[in-house]
């Protein structure tokens, strides 16, 4: 079995760690170095330099991370959006075609439209309720089909499972954004995915406190990826690895409070006379809840709302809450509340963001590691007012 041992919270501590701690240190200390001494590297992509992502504290965490999902390899990035966007310039070329889910991140759906269309590569957006309708969307050049786990920010579910099992039939790169789910949630290796993506910023790390990403995956495709990254720079800092390593120590304990936090604001506020909608999957209403149990450990910490009025009403809401912070992100410790029309999908024009069903008046919160009833309480002394 090992020191890590065969369950994810053992994994967590001890995964990726070396055999024998260095000088004793219980804790992975930083190397903060950008240059090793040469020792006979006949790769450039073997060489030890910080660039190349391959320092203690990055191969450690390496490890760890390739450990939780129980996948072949890993790589960290300098965050969520390189790990993302180094994904799809590694494997994909001018003229080639991939699918991808219709309801994403601000940023990965920016990066498609815009970024990456100028480069000469094509896409399809498919409906992930709905796997007899993309095979219709598939053409010769097609590459690779694109998800995530829990869509941002409508906590959508798709069929997942059909999501695998239709890239593996037809020759696709399956990938999927794990970032809302984390491990704990979900391990898309398992479920046949070839490759996973995390903001590391978020559930991984936990604090608030760094910027980071990963892809996690199939060893000949993350190899590949790693080649592109070492070229285009996109390494992290050591100090970063640190404090990445330390905050996934407590990502299981972590995990299952927000899980179970979500959970019950969710019921509360679906029961609420002044909310017209709330999203979370594991909400018996929720269109994807069979299919959700189905698939997940838990449900995440994160739901969104939509409040009875207009923007203003929403606004209001936002300057009465008294704890979570108004800011961007998630995944953190302190909960953090924001409407995604004004951050997260702020880059997207209004009728790109009505047709994927996000209001101006929608509202994301990130459970954080508050008393959840001092959570209620406040949603309630704020929809009072």
């Given at each position: 079995?090992?020191?890590?041992?065969?369950?994810?919270?053992?994994?967590?501590?001890?995964?990726?760690?070396?055999?024998?701690?260095?000088?004793?240190?219980?804790?992975?200390?930083?190397?903060?170095?950008?240059?090793?001494?040469?020792?006979?590297?006949?790769?450039?992509?073997?060489?030890?330099?910080?660039?190349?992502?391959?320092?203690?504290?990055?191969?450690?965490?390496?490890?760890?991370?390739?450990?939780?999902?129980?996948?072949?390899?890993?790589?960290?990035?300098?965050?969520?959006?390189?790990?993302?966007?180094?994904?799809?310039?590694?494997?994909?070329?001018?003229?080639?075609?991939?699918?991808?889910?219709?309801?994403?991140?601000?940023?990965?759906?920016?990066?498609?439209?815009?970024?990456?269309?100028?480069?000469?590569?094509?896409?399809?957006?498919?409906?992930?309720?709905?796997?007899?309708?993309?095979?219709?969307?598939?053409?010769?050049?097609?590459?690779?089909?694109?998800?995530?786990?829990?869509?941002?920010?409508?906590?959508?579910?798709?069929?997942?499972?059909?999501?695998?099992?239709?890239?593996?039939?037809?020759?696709?790169?399956?990938?999927?954004?794990?970032?809302?789910?984390?491990?704990?949630?979900?391990?898309?290796?398992?479920?046949?995915?070839?490759?996973?993506?995390?903001?590391?910023?978020?559930?991984?790390?936990?604090?608030?406190?760094?910027?980071?990403?990963?892809?996690?995956?199939?060893?000949?495709?993350?190899?590949?990826?790693?080649?592109?990254?070492?070229?285009?720079?996109?390494?992290?800092?050591?100090?970063?690895?640190?404090?990445?390593?330390?905050?996934?120590?407590?990502?299981?304990?972590?995990?299952?409070?927000?899980?179970?936090?979500?959970?019950?604001?969710?019921?509360?506020?679906?029961?609420?006379?002044?909310?017209?909608?709330?999203?979370?999957?594991?909400?018996?209403?929720?269109?994807?809840?069979?299919?959700?149990?189905?698939?997940?450990?838990?449900?995440?910490?994160?739901?969104?709302?939509?409040?009875?009025?207009?923007?203003?009403?929403?606004?209001?809401?936002?300057?009465?809450?008294?704890i979570p912070f108004v800011a961007p992100s998630l995944g953190g410790v302190e909960s953090l509340i924001t409407r995604p029309a004004t951050t997260s999908h702020s880059?997207?024009?209004?009728?790109?963001?009505?047709?994927?069903?996000?209001?101006?008046?929608?509202?994301?919160?990130?459970?954080?590691?508050?008393?959840?009833?001092?959570?209620?309480?406040?949603?309630?002394?704020?929809?009072?007012?």
């Open positions: 079995m090992g020191k890590s041992g065969s369950h994810l919270e053992t994994k967590l501590i001890h995964a990726g760690d070396p055999e024998t701690p260095i000088e004793g240190a219980v804790s992975m200390p930083v190397f903060q170095s950008s240059t090793f001494l040469y020792s006979g590297a006949g790769s450039y992509h073997d060489l030890r330099y910080i660039r190349l992502n391959n320092t203690p504290n990055h191969l450690a965490l390496h490890r760890k991370l390739a450990a939780l999902e129980n996948a072949e390899a890993a790589l960290v990035t300098a965050s969520g959006m390189a790990a993302i966007s180094v994904v799809f310039l590694a494997l994909l070329s001018p003229g080639d075609h991939f699918l991808v889910q219709g309801c994403l991140y601000g940023g990965t759906h920016s990066f498609i439209t815009k970024d990456l269309a100028a480069l000469g590569i094509s896409f399809d957006f498919f409906d992930g309720d709905h796997p007899g309708s993309w095979e219709r969307l598939l053409r010769p050049e097609t590459r690779m089909i694109y998800a995530e786990t829990m869509t941002n920010p409508l906590l959508g579910v798709a069929d997942l499972k059909a999501v695998a099992s239709f890239a593996k039939n037809h020759g696709l790169v399956s990938v999927i954004d794990n970032t809302f789910a984390s491990p704990v949630n979900f391990r898309p290796p398992e479920w046949g995915f070839d490759l996973s993506v995390h903001s590391c910023t978020k559930y991984l790390n936990g604090h608030s406190d760094i910027v980071a990403g990963a892809v996690i995956g199939r060893a000949e495709l993350v190899e590949e990826i790693t080649h592109t990254m070492n070229h285009l720079g996109g390494s992290l800092d050591p100090h970063a690895c640190f404090l990445l390593d330390r905050g996934l120590k407590t990502l299981a304990v972590r995990m299952g409070y927000q899980n179970e936090s979500a959970l019950k604001i969710a019921r509360f506020l679906e029961a609420h006379p002044k909310i017209e909608k709330v999203n979370y999957p594991g909400l018996a209403s929720h269109p994807a809840h069979e299919r959700a149990r189905a698939l997940f450990d838990g449900f995440s910490g994160m739901l969104s709302f939509e409040l009875a009025g207009d923007v203003k009403v929403a606004d209001r809401f936002l300057e009465n809450v008294q880059g997207l024009t209004p009728e790109e963001r009505k047709a994927l069903g996000i209001s101006d008046t929608l509202i994301r919160f990130s459970v954080g590691l508050e008393a959840t009833d001092d959570l209620i309480e406040d949603f309630k002394q704020a929809l009072r007012v």
